[in-house]
């Protein structure tokens, strides 16, 4: 019964050889891994996983994994138990990025997620998540 069909999406992959890629695609490719494996954090509920993709503003506001797992539970419930989760477009900004995620959540409700994007170093955390109620069918 629970099975999560996370590894079924198409994703884009560059097809160029020999260090070719572009940046952009790199971009892409480093946020929606960070995403994706946040969502599998949160399906095989890994706290500790979960947790190592927020930003450091995030770990700050939530105090410890515990509060941040029950926050993301509470509110945020079509992340914390996606089924599904289609990568749309990216808009850059200054000093971070948005990802718009579509995300089929519980009672097979869609959404559409708005992953705010912030570089740490080499990684992208995810500085949070605005979620809206998606059109009832595509």
């Not at 500790?48 to 930003?55: K, L």
């Not at 519980?106 to 059109?135: C, F, Q, S, T």
């Amino acid at each position: 019964g629970d099975h999560r069909d996370l590894h079924s999406f198409p994703t884009r992959r560059s097809s160029d050889l020999a260090g070719g890629h572009a940046d952009g695609d790199n971009i892409d490719d480093a946020i929606q891994n960070t995403i994706l494996s946040q969502i599998e954090a949160f399906a095989n509920d890994d706290r500790q996983a979960a947790w190592d993709h927020a930003s450091e503003g995030i770990k700050q506001q939530s105090g410890s994994v515990e509060s941040f797992y029950d926050m993301v539970k509470l509110s945020y419930a079509p992340v914390h138990r996606a089924s599904s989760i289609e990568f749309m477009e990216r808009i850059p900004h200054p000093g971070f990025q948005i990802q718009v995620v579509r995300l089929l959540g519980p009672e097979g409700k869609r959404w559409i997620a708005h992953y705010h994007m912030v570089k740490n170093g080499d990684d992208w955390k995810i500085g949070g998540v605005g979620l809206k109620e998606g059109p009832s069918s595509i």
